[in-house]
């Protein structure tokens, strides 16, 4: 609305036409309809319900919690062990590794003799570890190049 309309209507107290169609009657509000004594009573039934069938979501959730910690706490005590039996290997191989090294102390030993030795300490290090995938020699076995089927089309082109 324009500010000269404004200035009309606080000037003269009339209304335009448009904004007599558009202002309401206010109205009381509605008054509801009181409940019944059974509708109060199905209301407190159905409250001490909920409230039961909460209680025992919560025991439940509380139950499965626990058992949860138990299982986290189970395999943390597992992961802990497995690190405390591989840091003793570790240290174990550090040990003979100084051994070794103990030995060879001596500066008059040849340089042949200590390669033959660290040789020897790796060859079983490397027996220690069990080899997941087992490998074939190139001297067992020749490479040759293996026959391949065709490549399938994945599309078609319709003309």
């Avoid at 500066?107 to 027996?127: F, G, L, S």
Wanted: glycine share 0%; hydrophobic share 30%.
């Amino acid at each position: 609305m324009p500010v000269v309309e404004d200035l009309a209507i606080i000037e003269n107290g009339d209304k335009p036409e448009d904004q007599e169609d558009d202002e309401h009657e206010i109205t009381a509000p509605k008054i509801k309809k009181p409940r019944t004594q059974k509708q109060i009573e199905a209301t407190l039934k159905m409250n001490d319900v909920r409230k039961k069938k909460a209680v025992e979501r919560k025991a439940l959730q509380q139950k499965q919690d626990e058992e949860i910690k138990k299982e986290m706490n189970e395999k943390a005590e597992e992961i802990k062990d497995k690190i405390i039996k591989k840091a003793i290997a570790i240290k174990k191989r550090q040990i003979k590794k100084e051994a070794v090294l103990d030995e060879i102390e001596d500066d008059e030993t040849p340089i042949e003799d200590i390669q033959k030795i660290v040789k020897q300490t790796r060859i079983t290090a490397r027996n220690q570890i069990t080899p997941k995938v087992k490998t074939v020699s190139r001297e067992q076995e020749p490479a040759t190049p293996r026959a391949q089927p065709p490549a399938k089309q994945k599309f078609s082109f319709v003309e």
